[in-house]
């Protein structure tokens, strides 16, 4: 399996760095309003890979964060006169209906910026101790130039970034040692969230967020760290030097980037009119569309989104669920139970539409051409099945449809579908129920879910499920 990794700019074979199992943190919204399509690009690409591990049996430990304390959700709460805490907790919820919606699994841990602050503060004392860091004036600044690799991930010199940052020094606004550095730290403002610290109230710059995170989640060494290529500079550049300078270890063996999502070939801007948000799009398409368009594209190159687009992407989703939906039909209606010996062979026949198809992913998640097997694979569906074949091939190519589509997180069995919407029904009725002190009802939904399966996690930002 062959992953492109942005540090060497090459395709790397992946070697875990345990057995069977991937640690992965992809870098999540800054919650100040619904998310845009642009947004949920990473998003989906993310769980797709993070679905083909789980296909080829890893055991998946995915982490992706909240950033829930930042300029825009403050200039937010005060335009609508509400706490900070307010708008990140009401943006984080409806993210997660439009997740879901997307059919995006829910991630193993979702951490909040804002539960993570004793964690930075300790992170940043460590970086000072060893040097990489300083404080002036309640304001913690990286040490850039201490970090010898510093530039490694965006492939930048630092003599090139040096002159771009040059103006602010000489304006004397700066109280940095050095242009380059960057803050870790920042003192409270006068109407802003903020947090007793070392060097007086305050709060943690973007980059050290995900640097704790990470580390306290995953560990100080991961196997891929994802997000949009915008975040490769200087977002991930500045993680690696904090991290790698604060755990004396290379962080992440794989970086891995999407490409930008633009629409109708323009930078997607609320100014220029063309902003939608996934809410906005779910108006008017099942997200299941959203999500088959952005995989119809390589993830590293550039997106366009328009309205043809979205239409030819309806269009070859429906060719996949109505041959599902016909097959359906077949199983529930056929005569023979057992495969004959002609069905025998062309199920094997059918076997290079999946070697294709892991084939594609395998060569750096190459959902195009993936999609591009599943279509094969649903025209031999079509060729090789009528009122005549046995139930036992119908469902052994339907089980297969299932599994490839599965990957990709499209859905194609109606069943299941209505199993997931079951599932939440099930869990607020359990909520309701422990809530209402009924614990025996509570404990009575969940081995009900869990004979079928799904097991129940609860955790502060609610109930989570997976299954087993
Ligand atoms: P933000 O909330 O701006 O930090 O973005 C959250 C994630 O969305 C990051 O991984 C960004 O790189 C990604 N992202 C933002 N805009 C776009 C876009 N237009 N196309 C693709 N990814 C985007
Ligand atoms: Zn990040």
Request: net charge negative; aromatic share 10%; glycine share 6%.
């Amino acid at each position: 399996m062959k992953i492109y990794n942005t540090m060497s700019k090459r395709k790397e074979e992946f070697v875990p760095l345990e057995e069977g199992k991937v640690k992965m943190y992809v870098c999540g919204p800054t919650v100040y309003n619904f998310i845009h399509i642009g947004n949920a690009r990473p998003m989906i690409v993310f769980d797709t890979v993070r679905r083909y591990f789980e296909y080829k049996n890893y055991d998946v430990n995915f982490v992706s964060n909240f950033t829930d304390v930042d300029d825009k959700i403050i200039k937010k709460a005060n335009e609508e006169g509400v706490t900070a805490e307010e708008i990140s907790k009401r943006y984080i919820e409806e993210c997660k209906k439009d997740m879901e919606g997307m059919n995006i699994q829910p991630a193993t841990k979702n951490p909040l910026a804002t539960e993570e602050i004793g964690g930075m503060i300790s992170m940043i004392e460590t970086l000072i101790e060893k040097g990489y860091a300083y404080e002036k004036n309640g304001t913690v600044y990286y040490r850039t130039r201490k970090f010898a690799e510093y530039g490694k991930l965006s492939h930048k010199n630092l003599d090139d970034l040096q002159s771009g940052g040059r103006a602010l020094l000489v304006s004397g606004e700066d109280e940095k040692e050095d242009s380059l550095d960057f803050v870790l730290w920042k003192p409270k403002k006068e109407g802003e969230p903020a947090w007793k610290s070392p060097w007086g109230e305050g709060r943690p710059g973007w980059h050290i967020e995900c640097s704790e995170m990470s580390k306290k989640y995953l560990g100080e060494q991961i196997d891929i760290h994802a997000g949009g290529e915008d975040l490769i500079f200087p977002h991930h550049e500045n993680e690696i030097a904090q991290s790698e300078a604060a755990n004396g270890k290379e962080f992440a063996k794989y970086w891995m980037h999407n490409g930008f999502l633009n629409i109708d070939n323009h930078k997607m801007s609320k100014s220029l009119g063309n902003f939608f948000t996934v809410r906005e799009i779910s108006e008017k398409y099942d997200l299941q569309v959203l999500r088959f368009f952005m995989l119809s594209a390589h993830y590293r190159s550039p997106l366009n989104f328009s309205a043809e687009l979205m239409e030819a992407a309806k269009n070859g989703l429906e060719r996949i669920t109505t041959a599902a939906e016909n097959l359906k039909f077949l199983i529930n209606n056929a005569k023979m139970e057992d495969m004959s010996e002609d069905e025998r062979e062309k199920l094997a026949g059918s076997t290079v539409y999946v070697e294709n198809f892991e084939k594609a992913m395998d060569d750096d998640f190459n959902t195009a051409d993936a999609i591009s097997a599943v279509f094969e694979f649903v025209k031999y569906m079509n060729t090789t099945t009528d009122g005549a074949s046995s139930k036992e091939y119908l469902q052994n190519l339907f089980d297969c449809l299932v599994r490839l589509t599965d990957v990709l997180g499209i859905i194609v069995d109606k069943e299941d579908e209505i199993l997931a919407a079951d599932i939440e029904a099930l869990i607020e009725e359990r909520q309701a129920a422990r809530k209402a002190k009924n614990f025996a009802r509570a404990d009575e939904i969940r081995d009900e879910l869990l004979a079928k399966g799904i097991i129940l996690k609860d955790t502060r930002e609610g109930v989570q499920w997976k299954k087993a």
